[in-house]
């Protein structure tokens, strides 16, 4: 059971990232799964979720960023368009259905100029 997250790196104010959140052993669609950030000396923070009940949002990230999922990739994205500098730091994802609760090990982002 595995949960890899990729796509972060290093972009400009205003630019976009997309990150992946890849699930191998467990099929993702049945989980809930949130999207985490985690700023430099700051507690983790969840900023995105998608279930059954639909995609919920941050405020600070509603408008700007999209959680969708591939069920034949069996993977969940997060879509980030534009980026602030706040929205730098280390980004997570976890699933969980009831007593499984899987986290990935984070990917990057980094916003600057």
């Known amino acids: 059971v595995q949960l890899v997250e990729s796509g972060g790196g290093l972009v400009q104010p205003g630019g976009s990232l997309r990150l992946s959140c890849a699930a191998s052993g467990f099929t993702v669609s049945r989980y809930a799964v949130r999207w985490y950030h985690q700023a430099p000396g700051k507690e983790r923070e969840e900023v995105a979720s998608?279930?059954?009940?639909?995609?919920h949002y941050m405020d600070s990230v509603r408008g700007r960023f999209a959680i969708s999922r591939d069920i034949a990739k069996n993977t969940v994205y997060l879509q980030m368009n534009s980026l602030k500098s706040e929205d730098t730091g280390v980004y997570f994802c976890n699933a969980e259905r009831f007593s499984n609760d899987y986290w990935g090990q984070g990917t990057q982002v980094t916003v600057s100029s």
């Open positions: 998608i279930s059954r009940a639909g995609a």
